[in-house]
């Protein structure tokens, strides 16, 4: 879902560069009151609020969905900022100050953008972790007391969460119940990590099973 926000962004991008360069060539004036400069500050305000709640949200919940849906809210602030700015530059006599803001807000639009595509393209489903993840989790396992190795790591993400599979190798002389509590305890120090949703641990005897 984030990953297809970045991509709406980056239309609305299109659409306000594609807006700006046609009033350059157009040209065109508005009549500049008060009321249309406080509805447009009042506007920016109110964006930028909910983009700063939504990031806060987002950040806390560790949901790349709701970060990437602030930037809606940013994307709106900015063209209200654009506006304002060609307002304040048509009433100094500048007939294409918003056509310039657009366009620097169509540059940090696409900037935002291809940060968000390029963030979330690892959490399209069946997408690997980085290798780093996944030695962090080979090292929680082989942190186990009587885990003398691991092997079959597997870990893909679905949405921002990831999935893990792994063998653990425990010593033959144990009982089938402390294997059952070793794998359990496995799961549950991998289920620590926040990425993690779900942890399946297999247990096999050292020497015996593969």
């Known amino acids: 879902m984030a990953f297809l926000i970045g991509e709406a962004l980056l239309i609305a991008a299109y659409e306000i560069g594609r807006d700006a360069v046609y009033r350059i060539i157009e040209g065109g004036t508005i009549e500049v009151n008060s009321i249309m400069l406080g509805v447009t ?34 994307s709106d602030a900015l063209s209200s900022v654009a506006v304002l700015v060609g307002l304040g530059a048509q009433k100094l006599g500048f007939q294409y100050g918003d056509a ?21 393209v690892r959490y399209l489903p069946g997408q690997a972790p980085p290798f780093e993840v996944c030695e962090r989790i080979k090292k929680i396992a082989l942190n186990v007391p009587n885990v003398l190795g691991v092997h079959d790591l597997r870990a893909h993400y679905v949405g921002n969460k990831l999935h893990v599979e792994l063998h653990v190798e425990v010593p033959p002389e144990l009982s089938l119940k402390e294997a ?15 990425e993690v949703e779900v942890a399946f641990v297999h247990v096999d005897i050292k020497g015996v099973t593969k």
């Open 41 to 74: 500050v009042l506007s920016i305000l109110s964006k930028e609020a909910m983009f700063r709640y939504s990031v806060y949200v987002g950040r806390k919940l560790n949901s790349q969905i709701l970060i990437a849906d602030a930037y809606h809210h940013r």
């Open 100 to 120: 310039i803001a657009g366009l620097v807000v169509a540059v940090f639009l696409v900037k935002v953008s291809l940060e968000i595509i390029r963030e979330n």
């Open 180 to 194: 059952h509590d070793i794998s359990e305890e496995v799961k549950k120090r991998i289920g620590q990590i926040p």
